[in-house]
């Protein structure tokens, strides 16, 4: 599942406890240290619920698109593993406008067999995103929870549920 909260490397060194996190600043390709999180945006991969979409694919198609890497700091699959792609205060490609002040998660899935929106999210997925969430919002305790759908001018129903009342 995840790994545990600290250590944790940012900018390539490793940071040992949430105080030394707190008093860091970063520049370029990072935030400006943990106080600048202010939202935790959920995502859905926008897949079919019965369709493998990799790790893999995810960069795949992330790179077609333009960016370095994936765009979201942690994909979860409908297993419920867990894989990171960006370092907690590097800054994401997933929510436009806020992509310096957030965290993106996404999640395997959010369409149905026939590709209509839904909360196609397996039990395991809904544990690992709860556990990942609640381990953020420990280093990030004044992060909003939301999902992309609440952010303004997106048109599409992703997350497929309403992830400000679920985790926030």
């Not at 943990?34 to 893999?56: G, L, M, P, Q, W």
């Amino acid at each position: 599942m995840v790994q545990e909260t600290f250590p944790l490397m940012v900018g390539g060194e490793e940071v040992p406890h949430e105080r030394t996190l707190l008093t860091r600043v970063e520049n370029g390709l990072m935030m400006n240290g943990a106080d600048s999180v202010r939202f935790i945006v959920i995502h859905c991969s926008a897949t079919r619920c019965d369709h493998d979409y990799t790790a893999e694919q995810l960069l795949r198609d992330h790179k077609t698109r333009g960016f370095r890497t994936v765009g979201y700091h942690f994909y979860i699959r409908r297993s419920g593993v867990v894989t990171q792609h960006r370092r907690l205060l590097e800054v994401g490609a997933h929510a436009r406008g806020i992509n310096r002040c957030s965290i993106g998660i996404c999640y395997e899935g959010g369409l149905d067999e026939e590709g209509h929106p839904k909360d196609t999210r397996t039990p395991a997925q809904k544990n690992a995103l709860a556990e990942l969430v609640w381990k953020l919002r420990k280093v990030f305790p004044d992060a909003m929870v939301i999902g992309h759908r609440d952010l303004p001018g997106v048109k599409k129903a992703c997350p497929c549920f309403e992830a400000g009342m679920e985790y926030g």
